[in-house]
């Protein structure tokens, strides 16, 4: 069973966003994907905190703390890009007018709950920040994660034991080993990466998978 | 003739009394009112609810005033950062109380504040455990959370201009929560790097109207002075 790598990963989501979409990813491994955007292509990346036409961090020396992204890492803004409140942001959000985001995620379930923002520990310090509100107002939410946790348990589960951040918002899966779909018949496989079987897929997947690929993913 | 604009950073932050709710604009340190904060510091007023998207960074600016032991209870959608250990600190050790809120949620709870909204349904949030014990109402078949107004006795943001009349135009992304929150305060108290000319300004680029802002103070490098 060889997984991809992250960047793999990152670069495998970014071959399904279309120009002109509208995307926010969100913080950790999604944000890797904007490295792998094809650079001819027009994508308008948002970051929460009010920027449209997000671009790559900036050269040395050229950092302005009042220029971050939503992981408060230094960024540019494009030109034609564009600053907002967070009003305006969530609106956008909150609103429907992503046509994807990109999260990471510790659960999803067989009918698209996602479980993003806390694992539940006691001791923890709870923190939500904007998942909640891209997990169910983006037009398409797509998450990026490893398919098995360290301890070889599966991230894709019929329910999510951790605390739930969207119920029924999943659309689209990215594991290091696949490609799955939520969808009404369930999790459908579109998509197995080096040579893995769909039935050793299934085996380490405790929910009833189907196999139906794509055409532009055959 | 009407000025906003107080000479001292003292005279912006005076009449702040114990108990007060205060929002302070900033997305982590961006935007980030530092000089206000210090003479709330100095002021001295304590037993606070603070409403911030975060819960400090380092030691400076709202991590100073928690330090400070002034801060009663915070609202906030992320206080779990990196550098945010005098905060979790205090949470540890029960001496400040957390209202946690979605992010996008806050910011509607403060729109609904400033616009005059007696609450709002919201989808975010449905179904988890933030929602737990809310009202919910389904409409056009989609699931929504009741949430309340939330507003404040004072707000304290960071612009990059104003003028006398109060209106102000910000800068990059530091003005997150500024706009907003100037709308959903009793007293709004910006500090900018210049106050100008009235008539400076281009009306057609302001972006916080005069109306919201009852004082305005000019600190000397407000400018990228947040890291």
């Known amino acids: 069973m060889k997984k991809l790598t992250r960047d793999e990963m990152a670069k495998r989501v970014a071959r399904d966003i279309p120009e002109g979409a509208y995307v926010n990813l969100g913080i950790g491994l999604p944000t890797r994907i904007a490295n792998y955007l094809p650079a001819d292509k027009e994508i308008f990346l948002h970051s929460e905190n009010g920027l449209l036409g997000m671009g790559p961090k900036p050269a040395e020396g050229e950092e302005d703390p009042e220029l971050i992204n939503a992981g408060k890492e230094y960024v540019t803004l494009l030109t034609g890009g564009c600053f907002f409140h967070h009003g305006d942001s969530f609106a956008m959000m909150r609103g429907g007018h992503l046509d994807i985001c990109v999260l990471g995620a510790y659960q999803v379930s067989a009918s698209g709950d996602l479980a993003n923002w806390s694992t539940g520990a006691v001791d923890s310090i709870p923190a939500v920040g904007g998942a909640m509100d891209l997990a169910i107002g983006a037009r398409q939410v797509f998450v990026m994660m490893d398919h098995l946790t360290r301890d070889g348990e599966c991230k894709l589960v019929e329910n999510c034991s951790y605390p739930l951040t969207g119920i029924g918002c999943v659309s689209r899966i990215y594991t290091d080993l696949a490609v799955i779909d939520i969808t009404e018949k369930g999790p459908v496989v579109r998509e197995i990466f080096n040579g893995l079987s769909f039935e050793e897929l299934q085996r380490i997947t405790p929910v009833t998978l189907g196999f139906e690929q794509l055409a532009e993913s055959a | ?227």
């Open chain 2, 1 to 227: 003739m009407i000025n906003k604009s107080v000479a001292s950073l003292e005279e912006a932050v005076a009449g702040i009394f114990d108990g007060a709710t205060i929002m302070i604009g900033g997305f982590g340190t961006a935007g980030q009112p530092t000089y206000l904060i210090d003479a709330l510091i100095a002021q001295g007023a304590k037993n606070l609810t603070i409403i911030n998207n975060n819960a400090g960074n380092g030691e400076v600016g709202l991590a100073a005033l928690l330090k400070a032991g002034r801060v009663r209870k915070m609202v906030c959608s992320f206080p779990r950062q990196v550098d945010s250990q005098i905060f979790d600190d205090l949470y540890r050790r029960g001496e400040v109380e957390l209202e946690l809120v979605p992010q996008g949620n806050l910011a509607a709870r403060i729109q609904a504040a400033g616009s005059g909204l007696g609450a709002v349904f919201t989808p975010t949030g449905f179904g988890t455990p933030l929602a737990e014990g809310k009202e919910t109402r389904e409409i056009d078949g989609r699931h929504y959370v009741l949430e309340y107004p939330l507003k404040a006795d004072f707000a304290l943001i960071k612009a990059y201009e104003g003028d006398r009349w109060g209106n102000l135009v910000y800068r990059k992304a530091a003005r997150n929560f500024g706009p907003i929150m100037a709308t959903a305060a009793t007293v709004t108290i910006a500090e900018v790097s210049r106050v100008v000319p009235l008539g400076e300004l281009d009306p057609e680029h302001i972006v916080t109207p005069g109306i919201f802002v009852q004082r305005l103070v000019a600190v000397e490098a407000s400018l990228a002075q947040s890291a």
